[in-house]
Nanobody
Framework: QVQLVESGGGLVQAGGSLRLSCAAS????????MGWYRQAPGKQRELVAA???????NYADSVKGRFTISRDNAKNTVYLQMNSLKPEDTAVYYC?????????WGQGTQVTVSS
């Protein structure tokens, strides 16, 4: 079992920045990769960024150059630094942990970008 707790969402104006955090606990040794997904109203959940246990990263095209995913292994925490935010980034952001056959999800944190 893996537990994920997200924090850092909120309301920001377009062009602003936010940093999301996701703290993992439980069977963290089993985590292959962690990522951030988002879901806007009426849309499917989509991958925003992911980072493997080896540190490799990948990003959605829509956030490349604006968002950065990183991890602090000592704190078992993954971060998503979001810069140059746009109204279309408004969504509930979910932390994900991939342990192979099972995915674990956080409760989600709302990010709202006003124009």
């Amino acid at each position: 079992q893996v537990q994920l707790v997200e924090s850092g969402g909120g309301l920001v104006q377009a062009g602003g920045s936010l940093r999301l955090s996701c703290a993992a606990s439980g069977s963290i040794f089993s985590i292959n990769a962690m990522g951030w997904y988002r879901q806007a109203p009426g849309k499917q959940r989509e991958l925003v960024a992911a980072i493997t246990s080896g540190g490799s990263t990948n990003y959605a095209d829509s956030v490349k150059g604006r968002f950065t995913i990183s991890r602090d292994n000592a704190k078992n925490t993954v971060y998503l630094q979001m810069n140059s935010l746009k109204p279309e980034d408004t969504a509930v952001y979910y932390c994900n942990a991939d342990v192979g056959l099972v995915d674990y999800w956080g409760q989600g944190t709302q990010v709202t970008v006003s124009s």
